[in-house]
């Protein structure tokens, strides 16, 4: 059996674990890198990103222009594909590699809860109303104009595939194709925390997601979600007032991509700041604070009490992503800008609590899909394909 995944961006350690390498080696599966960064339009910035992986790990072939490719393909008969690019390739897209011989997997290890978000003509008044005050009315007249053009090429866009693995019921496959029913990344690491015992700390986590200096701000060019001199000096007053109120610490999950230095634990007031651990630090909280990260998947598999924090920034520059959370959650959302000092905060933790079935079986796992890691269920299901 041979697999190949189509990158066109970096490929780190934490890829190498997330997409189960060593599991495909230790079961005599070929696995390669197909990398097409070269050839994308848009440059990306890899400034501020993880290492890649080491070489000696995984084999990676470069294509450093187009005829490469076609010298390539003829080790693309029979073997699996899984498009990982983010960039569009009108010429090279899953329908040509499908029509090479390559056997297309579409991977839903990561689905998004917008995916499910239907939204009202309030909701399109509130965006374009949050755009006008952020961009002003120009920008936003383009903006308006490529979110439809996006939406057109992306009902063009060649999208072939034989096999899909979904994570959740809005991910499966509405055509017929072969179905491989699996969980997202999340879940394979909430199964490795299962067993372990609980930490007798009593404590609050905030899931910090980057909404400042988000690396994926700088690679893609993109703007912060929140300046640095408005969005810290709110989420200090908010978490005082919680810790006064509920009588329990704050330690912040920061983002695995962020690099934790003096001047980040004086933006958190000093607070205690860990990395690479927000499952572990969630499945021992009493309580999670979070924006729109999707370390939130957590929060629902230990079904810890959870409240949503935004702001006006957030609002204005993620106010789909926040409103969808609120209609999965029928969660009540903590706007920091507004007085919040004689809200039952404990009571508002518990609202989203009767949601997290429904929640594990669109986004996370359906009650069918089996109980070990993704890696596994997906060699599993390559397997019975070919037979």
């Given at each position: 059996?041979?697999?190949?995944?189509?990158?066109?961006?970096?490929?780190?350690?934490?890829?190498?674990?997330?997409?189960?390498?060593?599991?495909?080696?230790?079961?005599?599966?070929?696995?390669?890198?197909?990398?097409?960064?070269?050839?994308?339009?848009?440059?990306?910035?890899?400034?501020?990103?993880?290492?890649?992986?080491?070489?000696?790990?995984?084999?990676?072939?470069?294509?450093?222009?187009?005829?490469?490719?076609?010298?390539?393909?003829?080790?693309?008969?029979?073997?699996?594909?899984?498009?990982?690019?983010?960039?569009?390739?009108?010429?090279?897209?899953?329908?040509?590699?499908?029509?090479?011989?390559?056997?297309?997997?579409?991977?839903?290890?990561?689905?998004?809860?917008?995916?499910?978000?239907?939204?009202?003509?309030?909701?399109?008044?509130?965006?374009?109303?949050?755009?006008?005050?952020?961009?002003?009315?120009?920008?936003?007249?383009?903006?308006?104009?490529?979110?439809?053009?996006?939406?057109?090429?992306?009902?063009?866009?060649?999208?072939?595939?034989?096999?899909?693995?979904?994570?959740?019921?809005?991910?499966?496959?509405?055509?017929?194709?072969?179905?491989?029913?699996?969980?997202?990344?999340?879940?394979?690491?909430?199964?490795?925390?299962?067993?372990?015992?609980?930490?007798?700390?009593?404590?609050?986590?905030f899931l910090e997601d980057g909404m400042v200096n988000h690396p994926d701000y700088q690679k893609l060019g993109m703007p912060s979600r929140a300046s640095d001199e408005i969005y810290y000096p709110l989420l200090r007053s908010f978490f005082d007032c919680v810790e006064k109120k509920i009588?329990?610490?704050?330690?912040?999950?920061?983002?695995?991509?962020?690099?934790?230095?003096?001047?980040?634990?004086?933006?958190?007031?000093?607070?205690?700041?860990?990395?690479?651990?927000?499952?572990?630090?969630?499945?021992?909280?009493?309580?999670?604070?979070?924006?729109?990260?999707?370390?939130?998947?957590?929060?629902?598999?230990?079904?810890?009490?959870?409240?949503?924090?935004?702001?006006?920034?957030?609002?204005?520059?993620?106010?789909?992503?926040?409103?969808?959370?609120?209609?999965?959650?029928?969660?009540?959302?903590?706007?920091?800008?507004?007085?919040?000092?004689?809200?039952?905060?404990?009571?508002?933790?518990?609202?989203?609590?009767?949601?997290?079935?429904?929640?594990?079986?669109?986004?996370?796992?359906?009650?069918?899909?089996?109980?070990?890691?993704?890696?596994?269920?997906?060699?599993?299901?390559?397997?019975?394909?070919?037979?």
């Amino acid at each position: 059996m041979k697999i190949i995944f189509l990158i066109d961006a970096t490929f780190s350690e934490r890829d190498f674990v997330r997409f189960g390498l060593a599991t495909f080696a230790k079961n005599n599966i070929e696995v390669s890198l197909w990398d097409f960064s070269l050839l994308r339009r848009d440059k990306i910035s890899k400034v501020g990103f993880e290492s890649e992986v080491e070489r000696n790990k995984v084999n990676r072939y470069i294509f450093e222009n187009f005829k490469d490719i076609n010298h390539k393909i003829k080790h693309i008969d029979k073997a699996f594909v899984i498009d990982q690019r983010s960039a569009i390739f009108q010429n090279y897209s899953t329908c040509w590699f499908q029509e090479k011989g390559a056997i297309i997997v579409r991977l839903h290890h990561s689905p998004k809860v917008m995916s499910i978000w239907k939204p009202t003509i309030k909701d399109y008044f509130i965006i374009l109303q949050n755009n006008t005050i952020t961009d002003g009315a120009k920008k936003t007249a383009k903006k308006v104009f490529y979110y439809f053009y996006k939406i057109l090429s992306e009902r063009n866009k060649m999208d072939c595939y034989d096999i899909n693995v979904s994570s959740g019921s809005v991910s499966q496959s509405k055509n017929g194709k072969f179905e491989i029913n699996s969980h997202n990344f999340d879940y394979d690491i909430y199964l490795n925390e299962k067993g372990k015992k609980l930490n007798s700390k009593n404590y609050i986590v905030f899931l910090e997601d980057g909404m400042v200096n988000h690396p994926d701000y700088q690679k893609l060019g993109m703007p912060s979600r929140a300046s640095d001199e408005i969005y810290y000096p709110l989420l200090r007053s908010f978490f005082d007032c919680v810790e006064k109120k509920i009588g329990l610490e704050i330690i912040v999950a920061v983002h695995p991509r962020l690099n934790i230095d003096e001047g980040m634990k004086n933006k958190f007031g000093e607070r205690e700041l860990i990395s690479g651990k927000s499952s572990e630090l969630v499945k021992n909280a009493k309580l999670v604070l979070v924006h729109n990260s999707t370390s939130i998947n957590f929060a629902v598999l230990w079904r810890i009490p959870l409240i949503v924090v935004t702001t006006d920034e957030i609002e204005r520059s993620l106010y789909p992503q926040m409103e969808i959370l609120t209609q999965i959650l029928k969660n009540t959302r903590v706007n920091i800008n507004q007085s919040y000092h004689d809200m039952d905060f404990l009571s508002i933790a518990q609202e989203p609590i009767p949601q997290y079935n429904d929640f594990i079986e669109k986004i996370i796992k359906i009650n069918e899909s089996p109980i070990q890691n993704s890696t596994e269920i997906l060699i599993k299901g390559l397997e019975k394909y070919v037979q």
